[in-house]
């Protein structure tokens, strides 16, 4: 579980929190910190104003809550040298690391955009494929409905005509004729 400082200040006086206390999250120290200035305030107010409660933890400060009314923040450009409040050179590290996974999922944020817009124009695509497959379909269900009616009605004058046909197309069977004089 990592371990938050909570440390008090007051212009360029620093008062540090050696011991710290350990918590499940950053939002777990920010409730605490705000539970401490309202303690704080709550005793003597006139005591803590301009102080200001500073939360920090392994990466360095992440929260300053004023303490008093009126809140001053003081600021000088004689920081204390040994001050805690700047992070040690590992944060530094994980800040560097924490860049490039930033870059990184930038780079897959740019991606899943690219990829997202052409699947939306494959999808585009593909419903206006379907679209003329259906067409197609319908014009080739109609050719075949089309087909059946002249097969059925050449059927019907094929059975009408074949009586005639029947009739005018018959033969007699062939006969042998002989004629005399010939040997």
Known sequence: MPRYFFHLSFGDRLLLDDEGVELPSRGAARLESQTVVRELSSSVANRWASWFLRVADQRGEFLSLPIGHPALALVSNNY???NVLTPPPEATEDRR????????AA????EALVLRQRTAELLERNRQLREELSAE???NQ?????????AA??????????????AATRRAPPRLVLIPGGE
Request: glycine share 8%.
């Open 107 to 110: 780079a897959l944020f740019d």
């Open 137 to 139: 379909l319908r014009a």
């Open 97 to 104: 690391r924490a860049a490039a996974l930033t870059e990184r």
């Open 153 to 166: 009605h050449a059927r019907h004058e094929t059975a009408e005509l074949g009586i005639y046909r029947t």
């Open 142 to 150: 109609a050719a075949g409905d089309r087909a059946l009616q002249l």
């Open 80 to 82: 204390p040298s040994g």
